[in-house]
């Protein structure tokens, strides 16, 4: 018998423990090398532990239990046998031999086209079995955020899988169980135990509070010059880039021009000491389903807009995933945050330690404006810069929204040279 070992690798040089999300895969179960089979917290990010090996899996470390790294999690037996594959054999086997009983019994009736029927699923059995009603990782996530069962989606997927499409746009299925409206309101109380994650970064949020003198400015942003570039612009750009235009890349161009001019915004504090540095590694903060991630834009400041959004896109999707690696959140010096899509109209957010500030974009409103002497409406954003004040002066702090509002209510100003200058900033 030949038993693999499966040890729980090291997240970062930082984390000593981690905590058994969920297995993918149960005690018993027959997995293939490479296959997916556990998710593990760190108080940093989700990992996925895949198998070493082709076997029979033995789970040593429950769902929920906090065990330190390089720690057996798992074992897998490669003399194990495939259960499914052994029962789809067995048939086949078994009509090679006969007993003198059947021998001499009289040959049943030809039936042409019903033999191919029984047998034609032996060929696909082991795709059908392996994947019919099984959810991909991101699916899994959201359908218990949604509280559905396999049983309330229907499978789109190759082989019968459940993809992230059927949990956002589920089709009815005769298991749905069907609404029922009470007048009286339930009183259901459900306790579940914090992720290492989740718990890390209440830890943080808490020690920013108290360990920094953090303040927030406050300014408005006319997006009118944004949304008409995007309008003119958005097909083109995303037909020759193949990625949209949104407009987290404009305020990543205007965010790193305008920390050129103000370093201490891009600066840390270690110690008695002030660090600042000269290029910029942006963070964007995502909604993850088990909670705030900032992967990093490695220098923003000499990528395009569309190697920007490229970045944004790929990276946001990862986090949301839980396949973000821990390097890919490691080592920003300025996070921005994008409480607008969740309709957000103000807020202040929180500095990311250990930056010493935070950029808060809020929803897209029609406002009415004084313009040359005139009302008019037009798209306003408001926006937050939540600054250390131990490092920031208020005058750093203002001027820095400031020239980030300047170039936002006329791009053209992240140009130096270009005989089309919107063009040359779409790289068109």
């Known amino acids: 018998m030949a038993i693999i070992e499966m040890k729980v690798p090291s997240p970062g040089e930082s984390i000593t423990e981690v905590q058994i999300s969920r297995w993918i895969k149960k005690d018993g179960d027959y997995v293939e090398k490479d296959e997916e089979i556990c998710e593990i917290d760190s108080d940093k990010a989700t990992l996925t532990l895949s198998a070493e090996a082709s076997g029979v899996l033995k789970v040593i470390a429950k769902d929920g239990e906090t065990i330190a790294v390089g720690k057996i999690v798992c074992q897998i037996d490669t003399d194990g046998k495939n259960g499914k594959e052994d029962k789809n054999d067995k048939p086949v086997a078994a009509s090679s031999e006969k007993t003198p009983e059947e021998s001499k019994a009289p040959a049943p009736s030809p039936v042409v086209e019903a033999a191919p029927a029984k047998v034609a699923p032996v060929s696909s059995s082991k795709e059908k079995n392996y994947t019919e009603g099984i959810p991909s990782v991101a699916a899994e996530k959201m359908m218990r955020e949604k509280g559905l069962t396999t049983n309330d989606i229907v499978a789109s997927g190759k ?12 089709i009815p299925t005769a298991n749905a169980p069907t609404p029922v409206i009470s007048s009286i309101g339930e009183r259901n109380v459900r306790r ?3 992720t290492m994650l989740r718990k890390r970064v209440a830890e943080r949020l808490v020690a920013v509070k108290k ?3 953090m303040l927030t400015t406050f300014n408005e942003v006319d997006m009118t010059a944004i949304m008409n570039i995007r309008k003119q612009y958005k097909e083109l750009f ?5 990625v949209g235009l949104g407009f987290m890349s404009f305020f990543t161009k205007a965010v790193c021009e305008a920390l050129q ?3 201490s915004v891009n600066g840390q504090i270690d ?12 963070g964007i903060a995502v909604s993850a389903p088990k ?3 900032v992967p990093i834009i490695r220098n923003a400041e000499r990528k395009s807009l569309a190697q920007i959004e490229s970045s944004v896109m790929e990276l946001a999707t990862r986090a949301r995933d839980g396949k973000i690696t821990l390097e890919e959140m490691t080592g920003g010096t300025f996070t921005i945050t994008n409480g607008g899509v969740f309709g957000s109209m103000l807020s202040t957010p929180i500095i990311n330690p250990p930056q010493s500030a935070i950029l808060g974009m809020h929803n897209i409103v ?3 404006m004084a313009i040359n002497g005139k009302v008019e409406i037009r798209p306003i954003m408001y926006v937050a810069l939540s600054y250390d004040h131990r490092i920031i002066d208020g005058r750093e702090s203002v001027g820095f929204l400031v020239k980030v509002k300047e170039m936002l209510e006329d791009p053209t100003k992240l140009l130096f040279a270009g005989k089309d200058p919107v063009k040359t900033l779409l790289n068109l």
């Open 159 to 170: 082989g019968g899988r459940i993809t992230k499409a059927d949990v956002l746009n589920p």
């Open 192 to 194: 579940e135990k914090m």
């Open 366 to 368: 029609d406002r009415p």
């Open 261 to 263: 001019i103000f370093p």
């Open 211 to 213: 360990e920094t003198a």
């Open 291 to 293: 909670g705030l991630m």
């Open 238 to 242: 995303k037909e020759k880039h193949g």
């Open 271 to 282: 110690g008695t000491d002030l660090v600042y540095h000269d290029y910029c590694d942006i």
